[in-house]
């Protein structure tokens, strides 16, 4: 089986003489799209929508092309700088898009008759939701030029800073016992057997970040304070307001999921606290043994056999996701091993001109690792349900965007503890999976605080790597409360998580999706076979409807603190096992 992905279906090469083609087929298409903008005043209003909507398709199509394959190769490969080098060539022409789109959605959104016009054409019709966002997004769009001004300028700003921080992380060295290893590598033995080897992985990470901390810096301070400015000329009331309302999702969903996690959070600390003692500590789990792995589960898998572990697993589930999972090793879709130079993490981005994935992971064979493939998977398989849908239909919200991630998550996990053979196996699997919902409610609580924090003071100065190390503590406290030892946190995590590195307030989606998901994967356990064209439709609902119209789909509200709090009960009642479990 392969260990890299194959990109080659795409383009053979930055060389391969249809990359080139194609590059200059965008730039007279943005040209040409910049030239019909121009005339709109003087254009027919039905016609020149169907003609404005179909040169966007165009763009849109040769856009997403050509800059996946750059940014998979430049994934792959951060030493490379061809691969930089050729994306920031697609991003620049890219940027060219920026005032015409506005001058095109502006126009759009001063029709009068607009929506009777879209709801009159057969072709424009895909796009109500579109042409309603449009509506609603254009009270915030820069007259003139701005636009294109704000999109080049965030070549060698935001987007420049976000590249050095990937960079730096993926390249720093990292000195352990002797050897030099990298960051993707060392923050794997987390999860080790050996609690002196989850030890000392841990000191080396905290001393690796002493020598990029202040470039890290400086990048988080550029890309939040262009936030800022960004969001206050184009009359946001915030960065999270803008992030809300681009996320299609109410502030009152956001507010009763954060109010239910409140709630619940000490709970969470009660299972911190029982595996502290578990493993003989006695003020609170230190952070080094967050990923402690517990019971028995010493299985490893290559990759082979987690192939074969889950299209079984997901046959019996849904047979269309297992075909596709199943396609997804054999044809190469999968970046498995980390190595020098490869970004950190994992990832899944759609190819959408071939109808298919490509996903980035750091396997190490461990069944977290199963799972994380999983995961991602659930990615590509929401890629999937959506194949079909308008070029301009393909972008699904922030918040729904983990959903099928999640909840292929819950069905490897619901299968895993089911079948457990011994007591030891079943803890091991049950505190697997409340590391992870811990990870997405607890770590993410505090990602949101920190980034709270960040935005709330980076309009008036500038943020050190102590301060933000010292604002990464106190948001670790307030959300794991005792449940972690206060003397052995990770003042550097806002270094290594990519999530704070771009124009949004990122991290509260983790936390919608993973319970969105329990709620979901709770209704497929009642209704079994009956719930799969349900949970389609859902999946492919989310590129044309709001959050909260999409759940409805399957008769969830998602303004109800209640449905939040019946999901996190449901991780409760694994709280009380895992208790049982190790007390007993």
């Not at 940014?71 to 890219?94: F, H, I, Y």
């Not at 895909?126 to 509506?135: A, C, E, S, T």
């Not at 990832?347 to 396997?363: D, K, M, P, Q, Y």
Request: hydrophobic residues 40%; negative net charge; aromatic residues 12%.
């Amino acid at each position: 089986m392969n260990s890299q992905w194959n990109l080659e279906p795409i383009y053979r090469g930055f060389s391969d003489p249809a990359f080139e083609a194609d590059l200059t087929a965008l730039r007279e298409k943005v040209d040409a799209f910049a030239a019909f903008c121009a005339a709109l005043p003087e254009a027919e209003p039905a016609h020149a929508l169907a003609e404005g909507i179909a040169l966007e398709e165009g763009i849109k199509t040769l856009c997403n092309k050509l800059g996946e394959y750059a940014s998979l190769r430049q994934a792959a490969d951060t030493k490379n700088p061809e691969a930089g080098s050729q994306l920031g060539r697609v991003m620049a022409v890219a940027s060219g898009m920026a005032a015409p789109q506005a001058a095109f959605e502006s126009w759009a959104a001063g029709l009068p008759n607009l929506m009777e016009l879209v709801e009159a054409d057969e072709k424009l019709r895909d796009y109500r939701f579109l042409f309603q966002r449009i509506q609603e997004a254009s009270r915030y769009l820069l007259g003139g030029e701005a636009e294109a001004v704000m999109a080049k300028m965030s070549l060698s700003g935001g987007n420049a800073w976000s590249d050095l921080q990937q960079y730096l992380t993926s390249t720093v060295p990292v000195f352990y016992r002797g050897t030099t290893t990298n960051l993707s590598a060392i923050r794997n033995l987390a999860y080790s057997p050996d609690p002196q080897v989850r030890r000392d992985a841990y000191e080396a990470e905290l001393a690796c970040y002493d020598r990029i901390k202040d470039s890290v810096a400086y990048a988080l301070n550029s890309i939040k304070l262009e936030t800022i400015s960004d969001c206050q000329l184009r009359g946001y009331e915030s960065p999270l307001d803008r992030t809300l309302k681009q996320s299609q999702m109410k502030r009152e969903t956001l507010d009763a999921m954060l109010g239910a996690m409140d709630e619940y959070l000490p709970k969470f600390w009660q299972y911190l606290k029982a595996k502290a003692r578990a493993l003989g500590h006695e003020n609170g789990l230190p952070w080094y043994d967050l990923f402690a792995p517990m019971g028995n589960s010493s299985t490893r898998f290559t990759t082979e056999q987690a192939r074969d572990y889950l299209v079984s697993l997901f046959r019996a589930f849904n047979s269309e996701e297992a075909d596709m999972i199943a396609d997804a090793f054999d044809h190469a879709w999968i970046d498995f091993y980390p190595r020098d130079g490869k970004a950190g993490g994992a990832f899944c981005a759609g190819v959408e001109c071939l109808g298919e994935s490509r996903i980035l992971t750091n396997f190490d064979g461990m069944f977290t690792d199963v799972v994380t493939l999983a995961h991602e998977l659930g990615h590509a398989y929401h890629n999937h349900c959506i194949r079909n849908q308008r070029p301009l239909n393909l972008d699904y919200s922030m918040p729904l965007a983990e959903t099928a991630s999640t909840f292929n998550e819950c069905v490897v996990m619901g299968s895993a503890i089911s079948s457990a053979a011994d007591k030891a196996e079943k803890l091991a699997l049950i505190e697997s999976q409340l590391q992870d919902i811990t990870q997405v409610i607890c770590d993410i609580y505090s990602r949101y605080r920190f980034e709270t924090m960040v935005f709330a003071n980076r309009e008036t100065k500038f943020m050190d790597a102590d301060t933000l190390c010292d604002f990464m503590l106190t948001a670790q406290k307030q959300s794991y409360g005792d449940g972690l030892d206060p003397n052995c946190l990770h003042p550097y995590m806002w270094i290594c998580k990519s999530h704070y590195y771009g124009p949004t307030f990122y991290n509260f989606p983790y936390a919608f999706g993973a319970l969105f998901a329990r709620g979901l994967y709770a209704q497929y356990e009642k209704e079994g076979a009956a719930f799969i064209p349900k949970y389609n439709k859902l999946l492919c609902t989310t590129t044309v409807a709001t959050a909260e119209d999409t759940a409805r789909v399957a008769g969830i509200d998602l303004t109800d603190k209640a449905f939040w709090r019946g999901a996190l009960q449901t991780v409760a009642e694994q709280i009380d096992l895992f208790c049982q479990l190790v007390e007993g």
